[in-house]
Nanobody, 128 residues
Framework: QVQLVESGGGLVQAGGSLRLSCAASGRTFSSIDMGWFRQVPGKEREFVGVITWSDGGTLYAESVKGRFTISRDNAKNTVYLQMNSLKPEDTAVYYC?????????????????????WGQGTQVTVSS
């Protein structure tokens, strides 16, 4: 079992920045892929990015590439999503997710069904 708790959401003006945090507990954090997704009402959950357990590599959705950065602190069991140059279309509920047991020879998970555990979500609202 892995428990995930997000924090750091809020209201920000377009062009501003926010940093989300996701604290994990319950399993060896360093062996877990950590992803971020977002969802707006009436739409499917959208992949934002992932940071791998194996080498700390990252992968991002095209819509956020160059603006968002994922990092992890294995000593604190925490993953971060730094969001810069925010746009109104970034408004959503943001979720962190954990994928356990991936072999380092398999590609990083980018689909929601590949993840085993989810946080409760945190609202990010970007005003124009």
């Amino acid at each position: 079992q892995v428990q995930l708790v997000e924090s750091g959401g809020g209201l920000v003006q377009a062009g501003g920045s926010l940093r989300l945090s996701c604290a994990a507990s319950g399993r060896t954090f360093s062996s877990i892929d950590m992803g971020w997704f977002r969802q707006v009402p009436g739409k499917e959950r959208e992949f934002v990015g992932v940071i791998t357990w194996s080498d700390g590599g990252t992968l991002y959705a095209e819509s956020v590439k160059g603006r968002f950065t994922i990092s992890r602190d294995n000593a604190k069991n925490t993953v971060y999503l730094q969001m810069n140059s925010l746009k109104p279309e970034d408004t959503a509920v943001y979720y962190c997710a954990a994928k356990t047991g991936r072999s380092m020879w398999n590609p990083p998970p980018t689909l929601s069904y590949e993840y085993d555990y989810w946080g409760q979500g945190t609202q990010v609202t970007v005003s124009s």
